[in-house]
């Protein structure tokens, strides 16, 4: 009965989803309020229904149902139960299902909480968001029925892809989702303002929270998603340019443009054209990457495998919605009224600068994940475009880009002066030539592209300290005046250094572990060791340990370092006995911001194992700058000129307007 109920909510979304469609787009461009006031109401709706039919699926799942198909393919009931839950969107149909969630979630918030918005554009936005709802709702039940249901029932179930069995898939799929469908809002209102031909700095100001939500979420998505593949997986990498991987990441460049892009719209009132090409073109990307990994064009960890008539259908959605509003866009862009000049050294040059390379970097990776695509399908040749050409590519891209980082907020808005710009930073150079040079020293010249590395990290982030400082104006007010400056300083001026801060930190990882990472595979026997970096690590044998619904074979390391025992590590070997399928749990141990890092391999009779061994000096910085790149998201959302929306004149001018 629950699962019928599921079902029929759906349905029921469906039906508001077409009402959505078209009743506030009609009311919107006839300026008939009645008709733009049933916008909200139905959104909040739509997402109690969608609600509805996940709690009912989740329920499904929880008590172990196998009368529903997709509970059969994805479960067992010796399965813990937080990976019960996780199930549900460990698969096509039930991921599918959190992605309409959060479609309709997005929608019922800009109901809930955009009255500050005109009536006109935010019945608008909802209508597009309904079209978006409504496609995807009409492809969940025509193709993908997560209530689909089996009789007889079986007694047990399939169990769930063992690798999707972990803490990560709890985290990484909701926050990839919110990030990935977030963007929907932001297109729907790049879509609401064409139509009414409202574009203007306002509109800016209305679409950054937004833009900053979706891309925050994405942020922290991607990092959790690279952090699960590095621990599970068992190869020790943190990203390998996988082309659902880069799915993610082009949204991410995109909206990251989108964002800086869309401050010199609301300061400057200029790139209106361009910005609003930007929200366009980040959803399409993350529609992009929907179809990639649901349409069976990709073999990946990640990906679904999905028949041929869900692929054919989402392309179809594919091409209506980017095709159509690029149509839409190429017929009223022309219309828009251009903002003021501005020089090229300028903030807003610097944001261009900023954009340009982005969306060429973006582009680049779009390039080298289709080619190998588009190829097969024209002359059935398969090649494999991997993290040569990636990093060949994009790597040159983002030199310029973050050498130009600490200039941008520094610069006067319409005309900089470079040279004046270039003083205050007189100290983050030093800092930067005092690393390089201790780095290259210590290393030795082999390592001089790394002692680079560095030196260009700690320009990022020293950059992003020295614009905070120079807010606090320490010599001209003094200590306690400057410490109440920086109290007074809005969200998004600390948002923004702690975003460009959290990018240094990243770069700083990628940098050591790149560089200075040691690596060795080898077969170990018990009371054998091995040494690595400043450790050595003892093998005290393996273990059997049984699970819920695994086999463990698990390796004991005692990890020492001048002759103290420091930690231990204990990687397994796991078998899942429903799918008979092994996976490897890593064993890692942190030591401050650097891992020791162990994967067992093949287990032999006598006891002993392959194994794969690395010292990996730094590498908690690439998650951690993530993190500090999301808590700048979190300090700019709390600005209150993003809460409060444009602001509007005031009634004198009004009344004399009158």
């Not at 029921?12 to 461009?29: D, I, K, M, N």
């Not at 329920?59 to 549900?88: M, Q, R, W």
């Not at 054998?528 to 005290?540: K, M, P, Q, T, W």
Request: hydrophobic share 55%; proline share 5%; net charge neutral.
């Amino acid at each position: 009965m629950i699962t019928e109920l599921g079902h029929f909510a759906l349905i029921l979304a469906f039906v508001l989803a077409l009402v959505q469609c078209v009743v506030p787009v009609w009311g919107a461009v006839s300026g008939d309020r009645r008709l733009m006031a049933v916008a909200p109401p139905v959104a909040g709706m739509q997402f109690l229904l969608v609600g509805i039919a996940f709690a009912a699926l989740s329920h499904a799942y929880v008590t172990s149902d196998f009368s529903v198909l997709n509970v059969i393919e994805n479960s067992h009931s010796a399965k813990p139960d937080l990976y019960k839950i996780t199930g549900v969107w460990g698969n096509h149909e039930g991921s599918l299902l959190l992605w309409v969630l959060i479609l309709t979630l997005f929608g019922a918030l800009v109901a809930a909480f955009g009255r500050n918005i005109p009536a006109d554009l935010r019945a608008a936005t909802l209508g597009v968001q309904g079209w978006v709802t409504a496609a995807f709702l009409l492809f969940m039940l025509a193709t993908s029925n997560p209530f689909l249901r089996v009789s007889p029932a079986p007694i047990e179930g399939n169990d769930l892809n063992p690798i999707l069995q972990d803490v990560g898939l709890a985290i990484h799929p909701p926050l990839l989702y919110i990030g990935y469908v977030g963007f929907s809002i932001v297109f729907s209102f790049a879509i609401a303002a064409l139509l009414l031909g409202r574009v203007d700095a306002a509109w800016a100001r209305w679409v950054r929270p937004w833009t900053l939500l979706a891309w925050m979420f994405l942020t922290l998505g991607i990092a959790m998603g690279s952090y699960w593949a590095y621990y599970e997986l068992g190869w020790g990498g943190y990203w390998f340019w996988d082309p659902v991987e880069n799915a993610s990441f082009m949204p991410w460049l995109a909206g990251t443009a989108l964002l800086h892009s869309a401050i010199v719209m609301e300061k400057r009132g200029a790139l209106k054209v361009w910005t609003v090409l930007l929200a366009i073109l980040t959803f399409s990307l993350s529609l992009l990457g929907t179809f990639l990994v649901r349409s069976g064009v990709l073999t990946s960890v990640h990906a679904f495998a999905t028949d041929p008539l869900r692929g054919t259908f989402i392309l179809g959605i594919l091409v209506a919605f980017i095709g159509g509003s690029l149509a839409l866009y190429a017929w009223r862009a022309p219309l828009l009224k251009q903002g003021g000049l501005f020089a090229p050294v300028s903030r807003e040059g610097a944001l261009m600068l900023n954009n340009l390379l982005l969306t060429v970097a973006a582009v680049s990776v779009l390039v080298g994940t289709l080619y190998p695509l588009a190829l097969e399908a024209l002359t059935d040749e398969k090649i494999s475009v991997g993290p040569p050409f990636f990093n060949l590519t994009f790597g040159p891209l983002m030199v310029p880009l973050l050498m130009a980082m600490p200039f941008g907020p520094l610069l006067a808005w319409k005309r900089g002066d470079l040279a004046a710009v270039s003083q205050r930073l007189y100290a983050v150079l030093g800092l930067v030539l005092a690393a390089t040079l201790v780095t290259a020293w210590i290393q030795g010249t082999e390592k001089i592209l790394a002692a680079l590395g560095i030196g260009l990290a700690t320009w990022v982030i020293g950059g992003a300290v020295a614009e905070i400082l120079s807010r606090a104006r320490f010599r001209d007010v003094g200590l306690s005046k400057g410490l109440s400056r920086l109290y007074g300083l809005p969200g998004s001026a600390w948002g923004t250094a702690l975003g460009h801060a959290g990018i240094g930190i990243v770069l700083l990882g990628i940098v050591a572990v790149s560089a200075f990472e040691e690596e060795k595979v080898l077969t170990i026997r018990p009371g054998e060791s091995v040494e690595i970096g400043d450790y050595r690590l003892a093998f005290g044998g393996l273990a059997r340990r049984t699970g819920p619904n695994y086999i463990d074979d698990v390796g004991h390391f005692d990890i020492y370092r001048g002759g103290a025992k420091v930690a231990e590590a204990d990687p397994a070997k796991r078998l899942y006995t429903a799918r008979r399928m092994p996976t490897t749990e890593a064993g890692i141990v942190t030591f401050g911001l650097s891992q020791i890092y162990v994967s067992i391999g093949e287990v032999h009779a006598d006891g002993g194992a392959d194994i794969r061994l690395y010292h990996k000096p730094l590498v908690t910085l690439i998650w951690l700058g993530c993190l500090v790149m999301g808590a700048g998201a979190v300090v700019s959302l709390f600005d209150r000129r993003l809460r409060v929306g444009a602001p509007k004149p005031a009634r004198r001018h009004l009344a004399a307007a009158e």
